[in-house]
């Protein structure tokens, strides 16, 4: 998994996730946007802020083969009703389209998250109680 910036700074791309679950993927994310300090020998973390928005796409259909492409695009839409679901931020999407560039015969699917990072933080620490973290920054 990899998260890259686009040529916006306030937006990120998840890429990479066809294997993994939600809640690695979040998990992940949460990771990534948290700072490491030291002190007194000790590791805590502190927040960074989240990007305003993070974007993911997924295979739909494979029209070459007439079948869906069910493991491509699994853990996205599991992605995105899991955050739906959690109330970890806002998702929209825009009717899936062919990739008339590469791939023509693919539909594909595009969500945008927009994170709602008080929640995030909220549902990572809950789900990682042994870590330390100091202060809060949103």
């Known amino acids: 998994m990899d998260l890259s910036r686009l040529e916006c700074c306030s937006v990120q791309e998840i890429t990479c996730t066809s294997q993994m679950s939600p809640e690695y993927v979040l998990d992940y994310i949460c990771e990534r946007y948290t700072r490491t300090l030291w002190d007194m020998g000790e590791t805590s973390r502190k927040w960074r802020r989240f990007p305003g928005y993070f974007i993911f796409t997924g295979l739909i259909k494979n029209k070459a083969y007439n079948v869906d492409e ?37 539909l594909v699917k595009v969500w945008l998250w927009s994170p709602a990072p008080k929640t995030l933080q909220k549902w990572y620490l809950k789900r990682h109680p042994d870590v330390k973290y100091q202060g809060e920054t949103y």
């Open 70 to 106: 069910v493991r491509c695009s699994t853990s996205q839409i599991k992605l995105a009703k899991y955050i739906q679901k959690n109330r970890l931020g806002r998702i929209t999407t825009v009717r899936a389209n062919y990739n008339r560039e590469n791939e023509p015969e693919h």
